[in-house]
């Protein structure tokens, strides 16, 4: 078949090409599609979360508000960065309080208790740090899941954490992979200063919140507990 030929007649795609192209972008796939599809909108969300969390008391409504868009982003809707990151912020302020700041202030307590136990410098202190950095770990993937409901379901606070808490279990293998991900993205941000000075403010910190967006909005659509 010639050039021409190929022009007006182009060949059939294979059967394989065709599930491949048919089947839905989940995952990895979906990350990296949504990646490539929006990267100046999680450039600006990224900037605009930096700057409402200078003032600390607005973390659990920050994440909240940026989970919210992060979703819209999952979904692959048109997304104004600015004009809905303030809707998402008027709308769940009160919720991302109730539910967020408990979330917020027990991961600082872990991460406390790491550093504390840690300067005892005794075998006991070693093992109780070992474990706050479980719970830690543990607690980090778990907020994708905690502010995905916040902005995405009515469930009570309670009903948030244990749901949150299982489907860390439940998803085992996504929720390492997001902390992999995860841990990736804040060593190069981190540990490469001043070469990357540039990676957290910019962009790092949406695409951590577009992994567990993904991973949560997933996880969420087969396995949330009423």
């Not at 089947?23 to 605009?48: D, Q, S």
């Not at 998402?88 to 408990?102: D, F, I």
Request: hydrophobic share 60%; charged share 10%; with cysteine.
């Amino acid at each position: 078949m010639n050039f021409t030929d190929r022009i007006v007649n182009p060949p059939e795609p294979s059967l394989s090409q065709q599930e491949s192209a048919a089947r839905p972008l989940t995952g990895i796939r979906l990350f990296g599609h949504l990646v490539c599809a929006y990267p100046w909108v999680l450039v600006k969300l990224n900037v605009l979360f930096v700057i409402s969390c200078i003032p600390i008391v607005t973390i659990p409504v920050a994440l909240a508000a940026m989970t919210d868009v992060l979703g819209m982003v999952a979904e692959r809707r048109m997304v104004f960065v600015w004009r809905d990151y303030r809707s998402a912020w008027r709308k769940l302020w009160k919720r991302a309080y109730v539910v967020g700041a408990p979330y917020c202030v027990t991961m600082l307590v872990a991460v406390i208790g790491v550093r504390f136990y840690l300067g005892l410098d005794s075998s006991m202190g070693v093992a109780f740090a070992g474990i706050c950095a479980i719970f830690t770990v543990w607690g980090f993937v778990a907020g994708a899941y905690v502010f995905a409901m916040v902005s995405g379901t009515a469930l009570r606070a309670s009903q948030v954490w244990r749901n949150a808490a299982l489907l860390v279990m439940a998803r085992f293998q996504s929720s390492l992979l997001v902390v992999v991900f995860d841990v990736v993205v804040l060593a190069v941000g981190v540990v490469l200063l001043p070469w990357t000075i540039a990676v957290l403010p910019l962009f790092g910190l949406s695409l951590i919140g577009l992994a567990g967006t993904v991973m949560s909005k997933e996880g969420m659509a087969a396995l949330v507990l009423r």
